[in-house]
């Protein structure tokens, strides 16, 4: 484990000994203030992002929209660095009793937070006391799924949201005569064969840092298999055991590791981005989040495909439902009561139709909410942006059971680095699939025993 790790979690576990105050009561008369004039200074509302270049860029444009719309608030939105970054800074400044109003928590760090009673709001509850309409229904269901509570309810904002995708070289595949893309893995592998003889350099890639996403815990969640025994960490902290040994699994990532013996496959680490291998024209098909649809498509000297990712021929729950990747926002505790209601008006403003139009149609993450989701049909914008679809189709393609609404284990950023460890191990042929899963789920059960000591109570 990494000093990075072991710093977090011990972080992790002085941030619940924290005395910090939920909620303060404010009374039933309080009401929204948007539009409204303000006489004095603006109450500041601290927002702290992990996102920068033009994606900082555009979330910098909605928050000056929120600031225009309104003279009581102004939300200060500060990028702080990777959402790892984000997380533990925000661990720090509610120990140091100096958190901001609102941070960006990447969806690995949910089981942290949500285990962590007194640290943060709940969105719900905070929506609930200032009379703003929000529930759970009025997101898409990989969204809701994803953030919601064992009783169904949303304790932070789901906002940054994308999901894994196939992208695929048309020319690649019109040279190998290929007509379509494939839609399971079996049509995958027949697809080798007929792209490396026609020359292409590298068959298949996928996400650099989060290739444990696409091709672990998405892998499983659209197949509707199960990635953790007690349906994925949301019935229990306790008893919590990794699955990634079950033979779909195994027999995933015995077929990936064929392809890297033969040079086909191509992945240098989580530290290194694979998007080149795709944009480059080397790899004919790259599994990688939604959210990158805009810089794939301007970065490719060839047409680019997307599809939805390739499921398992034969299996009667296929293809289920895939979940976000991303971030949702949280409010955290501890601050002046005055800023509690600008924190509530603008989650409510960062949830309307009009944000989510523009931020979706401006990056390559879907709308969170169902109304903005069928505003965007209504306009015409999945016809002339059809990949943009692709993404939305799988999140809803069906309703999550109970062991795919999402993943809700705890440690997540340390169990994907044993997987991590574990597909280097793969794809290189030093260690069989088998062998290399079995390692990583008995590390990774480590990792959620101790969270459940930590946690459980």
């Known amino acids: 484990m ?10 992790l576990a002085a941030l619940l000994a924290t005395g910090v105050g939920l909620l303060p009561a404010t009374g039933a008369s309080a009401t929204s203030s948007l539009g409204t004039s303000h006489a004095g200074p603006r109450v500041t509302i601290t927002f702290w992002s992990a996102m920068s270049g033009t994606l900082g860029a555009t979330l910098g444009h909605l928050v000056n929209q929120f600031n225009s719309s309104q003279s009581t608030y102004k939300v200060d939105l500060l990028y702080k660095g990777s959402y790892s970054t984000v997380l533990s800074a925000t661990i720090a400044a509610v120990r140091a009793h100096h958190a901001p109003d609102i941070a960006q928590i990447f969806d690995a760090g949910t089981a942290t937070m949500m285990y962590a009673p007194g640290v943060y709001v709940p969105v719900h509850q905070l929506m609930s006391q200032y009379h703003l309409k929000f529930a759970t229904s009025q997101f898409i269901g990989g969204a809701a799924s994803y953030y ?3 009783q169904g309810d949303l304790d932070s904002l789901p906002f940054n949201s994308s999901t894994p995708v196939l992208y695929y070289n048309r020319s690649l595949l019109a040279k190998a005569g290929i007509k379509a893309p ?4 079996t049509q995958l592998a027949s697809d080798v064969n007929p792209l490396a003889s026609s020359g292409a350099k590298c068959v298949l890639s996928a996400s650099g840092a989060y290739i444990m996403w696409t091709d672990m815990e998405q892998f499983d969640l659209w197949n509707g298999y199960p990635y953790a025994t007690q349906n994925n960490g949301y019935d229990s902290i306790k008893n919590v055991k990794l699955l990634l040994t079950a033979k779909p699994m195994v027999q995933h990532w015995a077929f990936l590791g064929s392809l890297g013996k033969r040079g086909l496959y191509r992945w240098n680490g989580t530290t290194n981005s694979t998007v080149p291998f795709f944009t480059n024209g080397s790899c004919a098909f790259y599994e990688n989040s939604s959210a990158d649809i805009n810089e794939i498509e301007a970065g490719a000297k060839f047409p680019v495909g997307i599809s939805q990712l390739p499921y398992v021929a034969g299996n009667p729950t296929a293809p289920q439902n895939t979940v976000v990747g991303g971030a949702s926002l ?5 601050a002046p009561k005055n800023t509690y209601l600008g924190d509530a008006e603008f989650l409510h403003f960062m949830m309307s139709v009009p944000t989510q139009d523009y931020w979706a149609s401006h990056t390559g993450y879907v709308p969170v909410t169902n109304a903005a989701a069928n505003a965007l049909h209504k306009k015409g914008f999945y016809k002339t942006h059809p990949s943009d679809l692709v993404a939305v189709l799988e999140l809803t393609h069906k309703p999550p059971k109970p062991w795919t609404r999402g993943i809700r284990v705890g440690y997540l950023p340390e169990i994907r680095v044993a997987e991590a460890s574990a597909i280097a191990a793969i794809l290189s042929g030093k260690t069989s699939a088998s062998s290399a899963l079995a390692s990583a789920q008995a590390q990774g059960n480590k990792v959620l025993a101790e969270f459940a000591s930590q946690y459980g109570g």
Do not use: C, H, Q
Not at 182 to 185: A, E, Y
Not at 330 to 334: H, T, Y
């Open 2 to 11: 990494s000093f990075r790790m072991r710093s977090t979690r011990k972080a």
């Open 182 to 185: 494939p839609k399971t893995w």
């Open 330 to 334: 949280w409010v955290l505790s501890g």
């Open 148 to 150: 919601e509570t064992a």
